[in-house]
């Protein structure tokens, strides 16, 4: 009940936002995960194509056209799983019954093998915890790769706004490492 009426407040925040705001704070959100990534030395990244609100990631993707880091989006299965697989710039996107736009790659790549995962959220509460659009997509995924011992490196990209004083998280949250917004880096392990 909490969550749910959290997401419905950040929600309606999400869609009061200006288009210059949104653009503004995009482009500032970008520049310094750019910054951020060039010391991370990745070979494979986690990106997703941007839904709604969540910020736009054109200029990480221009940033990294010189193919040296492997990238990969996730992909909606049956049976509520999410898969990643490659992403080139000659990869054709398709929508998916949520209106994302997926790769139609058949290179699928393990959890474990992907460096530094990049996802999107609605909030975040106080110990980094995600919240998302309530489906558990990423929540599974991610659970699997902390089964096997895994630990990933998890960003997230979003607004100030959307960090919250609260705490939420339940144990099969996932939790960011890091979460970058318009003004500031916030830490969390």
């Known amino acids: 009940m909490v969550k749910n009426n959290l997401r419905k407040s950040l929600l309606k ?17 970008q520049l310094k995960f750019i910054d951020y990534l060039h010391d991370q ?14 910020i736009k990631l054109d200029l990480i993707f221009k940033s990294m056209k010189d193919g040296s880091v492997d990238i990969y989006l996730p992909k909606v299965l049956p049976n509520k799983k999410l898969k990643f697989n490659l992403y080139t710039r000659n990869t054709n996107l398709v929508k998916n019954r949520y209106g994302i736009l997926e ?4 290179k699928f790549i393990n959890m474990n093998e992907i460096q530094l995962l990049v996802i999107p959220f609605l909030g975040v509460d106080k110990k980094g915890a995600r919240l998302g659009y309530g489906s558990g997509y990423y929540d599974r995924a991610i659970g699997e790769r902390y089964e096997s011992k895994h630990e990933p490196n998890i960003i997230g990209l979003g607004y100030e706004y959307q960090l919250t004083e609260s705490s939420f998280g339940e144990s099969h949250d996932m939790r960011y490492n890091k ?3 318009e003004s500031n880096i916030h830490s969390f392990r």
């Not at 925040?13 to 959100?29: D, H, M, P």
């Not at 030395?41 to 969540?54: A, G, M, T």
């Not at 790769?103 to 058949?106: P, R």
């Open 179 to 181: 979460v970058i917004t």
């Open 41 to 54: 030395k990745v070979k494979s990244i986690l990106l997703y194509s941007p839904f709604r609100q969540e």
């Open 13 to 29: 925040q999400g869609l009061a936002l200006s288009n210059t705001f949104i653009e503004s704070s995009s482009k500032t959100i």
């Open 103 to 106: 790769s139609v790659s058949k």
